[in-house]
């Protein structure tokens, strides 16, 4: 089946850094979608990217539809204690369903 | 606020006993979405509505069914449940935009334990 690759697996950054994730696919995708999801809670949907080359930023988070259409990336800026959580990409294609990211495990050192 | 309701957010059951998760939305989405996530793993869709038409996933055990009485109501069934079935589910939905399902929202989750 489809699959995105996702990295990196985890990264453990001091607060205040910047933080840049990627995502890449060997199809093309329609939609890029990018999640955090906190512990013991379900995922929350940051920014959504429609057209390729699309760059949308939501407060200290970017995000880019990649030119190609198979790959995203998010940074996030000056990061801060409450960023820590997994970050999931997902695409969509087709039909009603998502393929996601194997998600980044991100924590941060206050 | 329109949101997407699990409950309960935990449940307990024993090996063997059927179990029911629920999930509400007020979005009044036509899909509705349920996933299977373990450990730090991403969500792994088991089956989703759109509108009354069920759409079971290949790798769906058999064990685990759902019931769409409404638009606002989804409920996940987990008839027979094993120890490996503890996991948090996740309901999510989507509604039309431009022509495609792309964006989900989910709920809080319900987490799972067998005992």
């Known amino acids: 089946g489809q699959q995105l690759n996702q990295s990196p697996q985890s990264m453990f950054i001091q607060e205040g850094e910047d933080v840049s994730m990627n995502c890449t696919s060997s199809s093309i995708f329609n939609t890029w979608l990018w999640y955090k999801q906190d512990p013991g809670e379900g995922p929350v949907l940051l920014i959504a990217l429609y057209k390729a080359g699309e760059l949308t930023s939501n407060g200290r988070l970017t995000a880019q539809f990649g030119i190609t259409r198979k790959d995203s990336f998010l940074n996030i800026s000056a990061s801060i204690p409450s960023d820590v959580g997994i970050y999931f990409c997902a695409g969509h294609k087709y039909g009603n369903k998502l393929v996601f990211g194997a998600g980044t495990i991100l924590r941060v050192k206050s | 606020d329109a949101m997407v309701i699990q409950n309960p957010r935990y449940q307990v059951t024993q090996f063997g006993k059927p179990v029911t998760l629920s999930c509400s939305q007020t979005?009044?989405?036509?899909?509705m979405y349920w996933y299977q996530q373990k450990s730090s793993q991403a969500p792994k869709l088991l089956f989703h509505?759109?509108?009354?038409?069920?759409?079971n996933e290949a790798d769906t055990p058999d064990n685990f069914q759902s019931r769409r009485p409404n638009t606002s109501f989804c409920f996940l069934d987990i008839r027979s449940p094993g120890l490996g079935d503890a996991a948090m589910y996740l309901c999510?939905?989507?509604?039309?935009?431009?022509?495609?399902?792309?964006?989900?929202?989910f709920g809080p989750g319900t987490r799972l334990t067998v005992l």
């Open positions: 509505y759109y509108d009354k038409d069920f759409n």
């Open positions: 999510a939905t989507s509604g039309l935009a431009g022509g495609t399902h792309n964006e989900q929202f």
């Open positions: 979005l009044n989405h036509n899909v």
